[in-house]
């Protein structure tokens, strides 16, 4: 099995992980309720696409 | 031939893959709705509207076709009695997919899919895009007057006589617009644009934004107005759709404010 010829580094790891970045989400204004959601997504708060309403869509803060 | 699915199967195997489909498809006619991650619903769709293709020929070898797939009678016989006559006109297209928020737990992109029972109007589409584009010729010849009215600016009678003969109804607010032009720097479209301040606000008076890039107008209204970056300002919606900028959204947001 092939394993590591050296240790690495902290130095190597860290600057590795410092790559790691999060971008921000796109977000746009809900046309029926203002809210701020993703585009081409359901509204999380009021739960309209295109003037239809999807009672799946709707989140609160503490359900998925 | 069908095209060959990309990818790997949904479940881990071909048979498992069949079965997910078949009971999605099952969940789907039994109930016109459903929630699913937005992969499956993408492969169901296809697999779904070949089936209520078979539904519409309604024969007993289509029904046979059908029960292959579809093991529960009764979900058979709804599809073939409730849900085929809904979509007899229909040529085509009989699911929609809308995308929702993504699941909590392991944030999948998750999605609704459902079948589209409403009465099929077939000319929608096209009688939309017609309207659109003899009002996108209106704004474009009522823009190539206004930056003629600029220049001659003094003969505010002749350059509503033309605008008169082809819409109406914006022959008032351009005759309005006219004389207040002088006082405050021209934005380069027309007597009621304005260039934004050195910070990039709005000059006083001036509340609707104009995107150069898609020459479109957002007033306070809009849901975009936020994150629109002016290039322009306008005093009004009528004075942004002189300079020849459209309202955003389409057709549909079009219809609401007018």
């Known amino acids: 099995m092939a394993v590591p010829k050296r240790k690495m580094s902290r130095s190597n790891t860290r600057s590795r992980r410092a790559n790691w970045k999060a971008s921000a989400t796109t977000l746009t204004a809900c046309p029926q309720c203002k809210a701020p959601k993703q585009p081409h997504i359901a509204c999380p708060s009021c739960g309209t696409y295109a003037g239809r309403h999807y009672g799946t869509a709707e989140r609160t803060e503490y359900q998925g | ?258």
Request: hydrophobic share 35%.
């Open chain 2, 1 to 258: 031939m069908p095209t060959p699915t990309k990818g790997p199967r949904l479940g881990g195997g071909p048979a498992h893959e069949r079965l997910i489909l078949a009971n999605l498809a099952t969940a789907l006619f039994e109930h016109d709705q459903i929630t699913t991650t937005e992969a499956k619903a993408k492969r169901l769709r296809p697999y779904a509207e070949r089936l209520i293709t078979f539904a519409k020929r309604g024969d007993l070898h289509a029904r046979r076709r059908v029960m292959t797939v579809i093991r529960d009678k009764g979900v058979v016989h709804r599809l073939f009695t409730e849900v085929a006559p809904d979509m007899a006109e229909r040529p085509g297209g009989y699911t929609r997919i809308t995308k929702i928020a993504a699941r909590k737990g392991d944030n999948a992109p998750m999605a609704v899919i459902e079948l589209i029972r409403e009465p099929y109007s077939p000319k929608k589409a096209t009688v939309k895009e017609a309207e659109a584009a003899t009002r996108r010729s209106v704004k474009e010849q009522q823009a190539v007057e206004e930056t003629e009215v600029v220049d001659a600016a003094e003969a505010p009678e002749e350059e509503t006589e033309v605008v008169e003969a082809e819409t109406t109804e914006a022959a008032p607010e351009t005759t309005e617009a006219a004389p207040e032009s002088d006082e405050t720097a021209d934005g380069g479209y027309g007597p009621d644009s304005a260039a934004p301040l050195e910070d990039g606000s709005a000059p006083e008076g001036f509340t609707v934004k104009g995107n150069a890039g898609s020459m479109k107008y957002h007033t306070t209204e809009s849901q975009w107005y936020d994150q629109t970056d002016a290039e322009v300002w306008f005093r009004t919606a009528e004075a942004a759709e002189a300079a020849g900028f459209v309202a955003p959204g389409g057709a549909s947001k079009d219809d609401d404010k007018s």
